[in-house]
């Protein structure tokens, strides 16, 4: 599947990632995915109640690329509950606009931990899907880099 490559702002990362159904051993558990950009159009949307015109315009996405966003994270969301996956937020192409609530926890990925590397050298580039790392070259940044395993867009991690 082709993720158009257009980098949407959220404004939340929550601070648990991982959710388990109650009584399945790990090695019978199968996951879903559901990435960060999914997780925001659905809090705009079904938590805020926004409007879909307003919520595109809050992530710097066209509306039909919200209401996509929106019906993969409500599939995946559905499918994880409907087959008893667990959900395991993660990647998506996202920017980390604003950081809401306390601490975020290693591994959310994304802008949301820009700040601390931005003094160059010592930062590694991450891939979020495969987990490929490697140290960012300075004055490169990681999101101009493709992850050489998988191909997927790298961040900084
Ligand atoms: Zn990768």
């Known amino acids: 599947m082709v993720r158009p490559t257009r980098t949407r702002r959220i404004f939340f990362q929550p601070d648990i990632t991982y959710f388990k159904p109650a009584g ?3 090695v019978n558990l199968k996951e879903t995915i559901l990435s960060f950009d999914e997780l925001e159009s659905i809090r705009l949307i079904d938590s805020e109640k926004m409007e879909q015109n307003k919520a595109g315009k809050k992530m710097k996405i066209s ?3 919200l209401s996509r966003l929106l019906r993969e994270g ?3 969301l559905a499918d994880a509950i409907l087959q008893g996956h667990a959900i395991k937020i993660q990647g998506g192409n996202f920017k980390m606009v604003k950081q ?3 601490g975020f926890g290693r ?3 994304g802008g949301g931990r820009m700040r601390r590397f931005a003094a160059g050298p010592g930062g590694i580039c991450k891939c979020l899907k495969c ?3 490697e140290p960012q070259v300075r004055g490169q940044p990681c999101t101009n880099k493709k ?3 998988c191909q997927t867009q790298m ?3």
């Open 107 to 109: 591994g959310l990925g």
């Open 131 to 133: 987990g490929y790392e």
């Open 24 to 26: 399945i051993p790990m």
């Open 155 to 157: 961040v900084r991690g």
């Open 100 to 102: 809401v609530g306390r």
């Open 147 to 149: 992850c050489p395993k």
């Open 63 to 65: 509306q039909s690329t």
């Open 74 to 76: 409500r599939k995946n």
